[in-house]
């Protein structure tokens, strides 16, 4: 799946958050978000996903301008295509872990078939899908919305900010099952983040100002 955004404009009332917003990321490609606080970084990832609306421009996802596309319709292109990892996590906590990672699949009317026990080992959880929420740890509750994002396949995932409730040693393992995971299954992975470890690794590395995002050189 591509993403082509093309001249992105967002204001909160008289009050801009960035203009002139303009990126592509390709099929398979991982690109990374930086910038300060308040630029509109996470803004900016829920227009991708038509979860927020914007003021000028387009936002073409695998060829369809979701500006053009009613609520029902941008929520089936993002069952079906999109992939969304918070970072907070988001889990249910009434619902065991392999009933959270289910999810998607239970949307889309789709059978586990046993792809619920396999994504639980892929990203570290083997055994745990019995357990709730409540006794896992932060690091293992961001495997399972990684799980989660990722169980139907998504061609495209957007991750906000996922390790910055984790320590260093954490957020870097969950940094390799977030990479692994959407390396495995070829999807296009954009990253919104503070992190400057997680950042550099990435194909790419875009910076976001309040008048657009520019190409950011990686630290020597």
Not at 33 to 56: F, P, Q, R, Y
């Amino acid at each position: 799946m591509s993403l082509v955004v093309r001249d992105l404009a967002k204001h909160y009332g008289d009050v801009p958050v960035f203009s002139h917003v303009s990126l592509e990321v390709a099929a398979g490609e991982f690109v990374a978000i930086v910038g300060e606080s308040g630029v509109g970084k996470s803004t900016l990832l829920n227009c991708m996903a038509g979860l927020d609306t914007w003021d000028e421009g387009s936002v073409i996802l695998d060829g369809q301008d979701l500006a053009k596309l009613d609520d029902d319709a941008r929520a089936l292109l993002r069952r079906r295509s999109i992939g969304f990892v918070f970072q907070a996590f988001h889990v249910l906590p009434h619902l065991d872990v392999a009933q959270n990672v289910a999810l998607p699949l239970m949307l889309l009317g789709e059978h586990d078939d046993g792809r619920v026990e396999r994504m639980l080992n892929a990203v570290g959880l083997q055994g745990l899908g019995a357990r709730l929420p409540q006794q896992l740890s932060g690091g293992q509750l961001q495997r399972v919305a990684i799980a989660r994002a990722l169980i139907h396949h998504p061609s495209l995932l957007l991750a906000d900010e996922p390790t910055g409730n984790l320590d260093p040693g954490t957020a870097s393992k969950v940094m390799d099952v977030l990479i692994s995971q959407t390396r495995e299954h070829g999807a296009s992975l954009v990253l919104v983040t503070h992190s400057e470890a997680a950042a550099t690794r990435a194909d790419r590395m875009l910076l976001l100002t309040s008048e657009g995002v520019a190409p950011r050189p990686r630290p020597a």
